[in-house]
């Protein structure tokens, strides 16, 4: 090889040693490698850009009816049927652990929406989490279908590692009666709009809850990166 | 293996990962071509927010300049610079150069008052930038800034007003010393205007009045000043970057690439880790009597089957559980944490999984961390508080736990966990090795493939190696000339060696003597350039902000092939340390003691860290190393700027990028790279870390 073929070729050889995927069990090493190689596609990505992305969509997407059958065969356990709406993403979410008042239930994507009574405590996995909530006010109006203000904290992580609180005020009031359908089952209550105020913006949940005082279904406001998510119970 | 070489390449590559990260407004307005807010030549008042770190590359001009900018303070920034000046010595010769700025802020804009600042550029050694200035700046109208100052040498150089404060000597006449200080404000003083106008989120124009004479370049090189006047645009590509355009000195033209990151703006606060397994309340006495007796406890296969269930269930979570002791009433896990950047988010996932794993009668639970094979803290807390408690603000739990040192802690004797000594690891991953704007290397790189490979004899002992092979680059046609007795400035001699080196293969004991204590011995060939053994003892109680050290070595040089073959250079080098964790993020150190030169000095480092676990460390050496004329030998300083993987990605990891800009790579005040320092190594698990990361016990 003559010097001049091996200076261009070099480039190339470069491109291919670090395009080699970084491989054994010490993940600590390999991770970083890794992790450094997919930033050199992301780069190459970027460069290569206007290629549409939107081609990975399926094509027919199951009905919320056709999940929410498809889940109550597959599992046993308690099931909700989740929307998360900033991410335009409808799922089915499973009993995982239940400790007192409060039932976590994850999704297929490996996150969790914990709630305590019905009522938001906290998510996990979402990347904007929240961490922890004070809902037992809320939760007394709601549960009990009375009118009222209360007071509710959710918090949230900072990248310091850091919970910060976001205190709001709340005014509860007990709205229509109400029924849903889906997957063939029917479930009705009685629904409670809660309007929560906080560093003047005004979020509005909803919840249907049952003669025994259980939330059924709900639209309830995570945060201010997630939006909302509506939760119905398919078993309770 | 060498730390303090430096990766300009692989910084840059981890910059642009941000891209995707930063959701904020481009941080800190348009910025000068030295990678401060302000014009071409000249500087504003104002500085980036705290924290930002800030990334510049200009072409055009006489030259490159490539910037880091780096707000270690709300007032004070370090800027960090590679740059090239064309025909600085001669028609295509130019000059590659490092050089490091200082601004301070010293008032903040208020009411009819303009920021005010004071800055040094390129204060340390040849300085072909070095100039000096006091700048005022005002925000006029919502969208446009003036700023007005005085500079000092190259910024003084043209249209000046006179001597104000004394003659500039030249050369710096500072004996002993690289920096600069008796040029500061000497010399000429000469007046500069600049004013920056916002026209709308993407667009800002501006303008300036620039005092630096560019006399070298106009003597040497033919640069065409025909105007002291400097116009452009900065415009805004995203939100985390911008390009600028000038149109210079009546006759040049330059562009500009600009990065800001606020390491306190991760793309996701909270992670995208998957959920942690919830925690399972026990069953109540009347539905399992025999689990609350104890009695279960006298059982000898209960043991061995729950460890086995808690080890299980924390390998699927990426930890591994060393060793256990189990009664009826507490149980006590020793866990390496392989996965969590936050040690409390580990200790949170340890916690639900002992509640979904032990016997009901099991009720304090103590958490042992452990590093490099040695305890360090135990954290105590009551399995009705976790079970109480979960999800819950994570303050409530921290005020009932209880932080000690592991060896504290009395809950009987610990069982190894089957089949996890001893221990054996591999990989093999790609490596880039790049020398960039060296004086006499400006541009070489090395690829190739390195394989590691680690064997755990048990809990801190281990034998650890490395190799390395080049598939392809040019690091072998460096033209760099090593000092004298050259201990760190021969780099070039093992970087041309690139066939089968072994950068490292070292055994290393890791030990727990007495409470607050740690102690580590390595032995072997301990980094690229030397071979020999290394130890070190260090006192850390584990809720001290103050820790101190010894270190002691006595090593050999190592022959450039990298292999098994030593020079004839001996030396025992050794540091006395002392570390203060000085609260709001900042960690003092000073080590004093003798260098690899045989050079007697002291380091003075300062951290600014993160609870993320960004990093901006800042250090200066002095030593006694003779001061060679030129060179900047008993001077060396940097900075270091550590990444974590898992703010960039959201996903867990410990893995990090680390890059150390600076003037480094010279003979004096240079210090042994050994793996596995104690204080590093220790500290996470320690109170303050534990404290400051709380917020994610429940994550």
Same mark, same amino acid.
């Given at each position: 090889?003559?010097?001049?073929?091996?200076?261009?070729?070099?480039?190339?050889?470069?491109?291919?040693?670090?395009?080699?995927?970084?491989?054994?069990?010490?993940?600590?090493?390999?991770?970083?490698?890794?992790?450094?190689?997919?930033?050199?596609?992301?780069?190459?990505?970027?460069?290569?850009?206007?290629?549409?992305?939107?081609?990975?969509?399926?094509?027919?997407?199951?009905?919320?009816?056709?999940?929410?059958?498809?889940?109550?065969?597959?599992?046993?356990?308690?099931?909700?049927?989740?929307?998360?709406?900033?991410?335009?993403?409808?799922?089915?979410?499973? /009993?995982?652990?239940?400790?007192?008042?409060?039932?976590?239930?994850?999704?297929?994507?490996?996150?969790?929406?914990?709630?305590?009574?019905?009522?938001?405590?906290?998510?996990?996995?979402?990347?904007?989490?929240?961490?922890?909530?004070?809902?037992?006010?809320?939760?007394? /109006?709601?549960?009990?279908?009375?009118?009222?203000?209360?007071?509710?904290?959710?918090?949230?992580?900072?990248?310091?590692?850091?919970?910060?609180?976001?205190?709001?005020?709340?005014?509860?009031?007990?709205?229509?009666?109400?029924?849903?359908?889906?997957?063939?089952?029917?479930?009705?209550?009685?629904?409670?709009?809660?309007?929560?105020?906080?560093?003047?913006?005004?979020?509005?949940?909803?919840?249907?809850?049952?003669?025994?005082?259980?939330?059924?279904?709900?639209?309830?406001?995570?945060?201010?990166? /997630?939006?909302?998510?509506?939760?119905?119970?398919?078993?309770? | 293996?060498?730390?303090?070489?430096? %990766?300009?390449?692989?910084?840059?590559?981890?910059?642009?990962?941000?891209?995707? =990260?930063?959701?904020?407004?481009?941080?800190?307005?348009?910025?000068?071509?030295?990678?401060?807010?302000?014009?071409?030549? #000249?500087?504003?008042?104002?500085?980036?927010?705290?924290?930002?770190?800030?990334?510049?590359?200009?072409?055009?001009?006489?030259?490159?300049?490539?910037?880091?900018?780096?707000?270690?303070?709300?007032?004070?920034?370090?800027?960090?610079?590679?740059?090239?000046?064309?025909?600085?010595?001669?028609?295509?010769?130019?000059?590659?150069?490092?050089?490091?700025?200082?601004?301070?802020?010293?008032?903040?804009?208020?009411?009819?008052?303009?920021?005010?600042?004071?800055?040094?550029?390129?204060?340390?050694?040849?300085?072909?930038?070095?100039?000096?200035?006091?700048?005022? #700046?005002?925000?006029?109208?919502?969208?446009?800034?003036?700023?007005?100052?005085?500079?000092?040498?190259?910024?003084?150089?043209?249209?000046?007003?006179?001597?104000?404060?004394?003659?500039?000597?030249?050369?710096?006449?500072?004996?002993?010393?690289?920096?600069?200080?008796?040029?500061?404000?000497?010399?000429?003083?000469? $007046?500069?205007?600049?004013?920056?106008?916002?026209?709308?989120?993407?667009?800002?124009?501006?303008?300036?009045?620039?005092?630096?004479?560019?006399?070298?370049?106009?003597?040497?090189?033919?640069?065409?000043?025909?105007?002291?006047?400097?116009?452009?645009?900065?415009?805004?590509?995203?939100?985390?970057?911008?390009?600028?355009?000038?149109?210079? +000195?009546?006759?040049?033209?330059?562009?500009? %690439?600009?990065?800001?990151?606020?390491?306190?703006?991760?793309?996701?606060?909270?992670?995208?880790?998957?959920?942690?397994?919830?925690?399972?309340?026990?069953?109540?006495?009347?539905?399992?009597?025999?689990?609350?007796? *104890?009695?279960?406890?006298?059982?000898?296969?209960?043991?061995?089957?729950?460890?086995?269930?808690?080890?299980?269930?924390?390998?699927?979570?990426?930890?591994?559980?060393?060793?256990?002791?189990?009664?009826?009433?507490?149980?006590?896990?020793?866990?390496?944490?392989?996965?969590?950047?936050?040690? =409390?988010?580990?200790?949170?996932?340890?916690?639900?999984?002992?509640?979904?794993?032990?016997?009901?009668?099991?009720?304090?639970?103590?958490?042992?961390?452990?590093?490099?094979?040695?305890?360090?803290?135990?954290?105590?807390?009551?399995?009705?508080?976790?079970?109480?408690?979960?999800?819950?603000?994570?303050?409530?739990?921290?005020?009932?736990?209880?932080?000690?040192?592991?060896?504290?802690?009395?809950?009987?004797?610990?069982?190894?966990?089957?089949?996890?000594?001893?221990?054996?690891?591999?990989?093999?991953? $790609?490596?880039?090795?790049?020398?960039?704007?060296?004086?006499?290397?400006?541009?070489?790189?090395?690829?190739?493939?390195?394989?590691?490979?680690?064997?755990?004899?048990? $809990?801190?002992?281990?034998?650890?190696?490395?190799?390395?092979?080049? @598939?392809?680059?040019?690091?072998?046609?460096?033209?760099?000339?090593?000092?004298?007795?050259?201990?760190?400035?021969?780099?070039?001699?093992?970087?041309?060696?690139?066939?089968?080196?072994?950068?490292?293969?070292?055994?290393?004991?890791?030990?727990?003597?007495?409470?607050?204590? +740690?102690?580590?011995?390595?032995?072997?060939?301990?980094?690229?350039?030397?071979?020999?053994?290394?130890?070190?003892?260090?006192?850390?109680?584990?809720?001290?902000?103050?820790?101190?050290?010894?270190?002691?070595?006595?090593?050999?040089?190592?022959?450039?092939?990298?292999?098994?073959?030593?020079?004839?250079?001996?030396?025992?080098?050794?540091?006395?340390?002392?570390?203060?964790?000085?609260?709001?993020? +900042?960690?003092?150190?000073?080590?004093? *003691?003798? +260098?690899?030169?045989?050079?007697?000095?002291?380091?003075?480092?300062?951290?600014?860290?993160?609870?993320?676990?960004?990093?901006?460390?800042?250090?200066?050496?002095?030593?006694?190393?003779?001061?060679?004329?030129?060179?900047?030998?008993? %001077?060396?300083?940097?900075?270091?700027?550590?990444?974590?993987?898992?703010?960039?990605?959201?996903?867990?990891?410990?893995?990090?990028?680390?890059?150390? %800009?600076?003037?480094?790579?010279?003979?004096?005040?240079?210090?042994?790279? @050994?793996?596995?320092?104690?204080?590093?190594? @220790?500290?996470?698990?320690?109170?303050?870390?534990?404290?400051?990361?709380?917020?994610?016990?429940?994550?």
């Amino acid at each position: 090889m003559t010097p001049a073929l091996r200076l261009s070729a070099a480039p190339l050889v470069a491109a291919l040693v670090l395009s080699l995927a970084a491989c054994g069990s010490d993940a600590g090493k390999t991770e970083t490698s890794n992790l450094a190689r997919g930033l050199i596609g992301n780069m190459i990505g970027l460069v290569k850009a206007g290629r549409s992305t939107a081609d990975a969509e399926p094509s027919a997407a199951p009905t919320p009816d056709q999940i929410a059958a498809g889940a109550l065969e597959s599992f046993a356990g308690p099931l909700m049927l989740v929307t998360i709406e900033a991410l335009g993403k409808t799922t089915v979410m499973g /009993l995982y652990g239940e400790n007192g008042a409060m039932r976590t239930y994850a999704l297929p994507s490996e996150q969790s929406i914990i709630l305590r009574d019905g009522i938001l405590a906290a998510t996990r996995g979402f990347g904007h989490d929240v961490m922890s909530a004070e809902t037992d006010a809320v939760a007394a /109006l709601i549960l009990a279908r009375k009118d009222g203000a209360a007071a509710k904290v959710q918090r949230y992580l900072d990248s310091e590692n850091v919970e910060r609180p976001l205190p709001m005020d709340c005014t509860i009031q007990r709205a229509d009666k109400s029924e849903y359908e889906v997957a063939g089952l029917t479930f009705s209550g009685t629904q409670m709009v809660e309007v929560c105020a906080f560093q003047g913006q005004t979020v509005a949940s909803a919840y249907l809850v049952s003669e025994k005082g259980v939330v059924l279904a709900s639209r309830q406001w995570i945060g201010p990166k /997630l939006g909302y998510i509506t939760l119905q119970t398919l078993r309770p | 293996m060498n730390a303090k070489h430096i %990766f300009a390449a692989t910084l840059s590559v981890s910059l642009f990962a941000l891209q995707a =990260a930063s959701a904020d407004p481009l941080l800190g307005g348009s910025r000068n071509s030295f990678g401060l807010l302000g014009g071409f030549d #000249t500087p504003s008042a104002y500085s980036l927010p705290d924290g930002v770190i800030g990334g510049s590359t200009f072409f055009g001009a006489g030259g490159q300049r490539h910037s880091f900018a780096f707000q270690i303070s709300p007032r004070l920034t370090a800027v960090f610079r590679y740059s090239k000046i064309d025909d600085f010595y001669a028609p295509g010769d130019a000059l590659y150069d490092r050089s490091v700025d200082l601004h301070l802020k010293l008032l903040e804009e208020s009411g009819w008052r303009p920021a005010v600042a004071v800055g040094v550029r390129d204060f340390i050694g040849s300085g072909a930038f070095a100039s000096e200035y006091v700048v005022a #700046t005002k925000t006029v109208t919502p969208t446009l800034s003036i700023s007005a100052g005085l500079g000092w040498g190259r910024l003084g150089s043209s249209n000046g007003i006179g001597t104000l404060f004394g003659d500039r000597p030249t050369p710096s006449v500072v004996s002993g010393s690289p920096i600069n200080y008796d040029r500061w404000f000497r010399g000429e003083a000469a $007046p500069f205007l600049g004013v920056n106008w916002q026209v709308n989120d993407k667009l800002t124009l501006k303008a300036e009045y620039s005092p630096d004479g560019y006399i070298d370049e106009v003597t040497r090189a033919g640069f065409d000043r025909a105007s002291s006047l400097n116009v452009g645009l900065d415009y805004r590509i995203g939100r985390w970057s911008s390009v600028s355009a000038w149109y210079l +000195y009546g006759s040049e033209v330059g562009i500009q %690439f600009n990065l800001a990151i606020d390491p306190r703006n991760p793309p996701f606060p909270s992670g995208i880790e998957k959920t942690p397994l919830p925690v399972a309340p026990r069953p109540s006495r009347s539905v399992d009597p025999v689990g609350w007796s *104890g009695e279960w406890a006298a059982e000898p296969q209960v043991h061995p089957a729950v460890q086995a269930e808690v080890a299980k269930a924390l390998a699927a979570d990426g930890m591994l559980l060393e060793s256990m002791a189990l009664s009826a009433t507490s149980v006590e896990v020793r866990v390496r944490n392989q996965t969590y950047p936050s040690q =409390a988010q580990a200790l949170g996932h340890i916690a639900r999984v002992l509640t979904r794993a032990l016997p009901p009668s099991v009720e304090y639970l103590v958490l042992t961390s452990v590093a490099n094979g040695m305890p360090t803290s135990a954290v105590t807390l009551r399995r009705s508080d976790v079970e109480a408690l979960e999800n819950s603000n994570s303050a409530l739990l921290l005020q009932n736990a209880t932080i000690t040192d592991a060896l504290a802690v009395s809950t009987g004797p610990l069982r190894p966990t089957e089949g996890v000594f001893p221990r054996f690891q591999w990989a093999l991953t $790609p490596y880039v090795e790049a020398s960039l704007f060296d004086s006499d290397d400006p541009l070489l790189a090395d690829v190739g493939m390195a394989a590691s490979a680690r064997y755990e004899f048990a $809990p801190g002992l281990v034998l650890a190696g490395s190799v390395r092979q080049k @598939v392809v680059g040019n690091l072998d046609q460096s033209t760099r000339v090593a000092g004298p007795d050259p201990v760190r400035s021969d780099l070039a001699d093992y970087q041309r060696n690139g066939d089968l080196t072994i950068p490292s293969l070292t055994l290393s004991w890791y030990s727990r003597p007495a409470e607050n204590i +740690y102690t580590r011995v390595s032995f072997g060939l301990l980094e690229r350039m030397f071979g020999g053994i290394s130890g070190e003892v260090l006192w850390k109680p584990v809720d001290s902000r103050l820790a101190l050290g010894v270190e002691m070595n006595y090593v050999q040089k190592r022959d450039y092939d990298q292999r098994f073959s030593f020079l004839d250079y001996k030396v025992a080098t050794g540091h006395v340390s002392a570390y203060y964790d000085i609260g709001g993020g +900042y960690t003092g150190q000073i080590d004093v *003691g003798r +260098y690899l030169a045989g050079d007697l000095g002291a380091t003075l480092s300062l951290t600014r860290e993160f609870a993320n676990g960004w990093q901006i460390a800042a250090y200066a050496t002095f030593t006694d190393w003779p001061d060679a004329g030129v060179d900047d030998d008993n %001077f060396v300083n940097g900075i270091r700027l550590t990444i974590p993987i898992a703010w960039t990605t959201g996903k867990p990891t410990i893995a990090s990028f680390s890059n150390t %800009f600076g003037m480094s790579g010279d003979d004096g005040g240079a210090r042994l790279s @050994v793996d596995g320092r104690l204080y590093g190594t @220790v500290r996470q698990s320690h109170m303050g870390e534990l404290y400051d990361n709380w917020g994610r016990f429940w994550r």
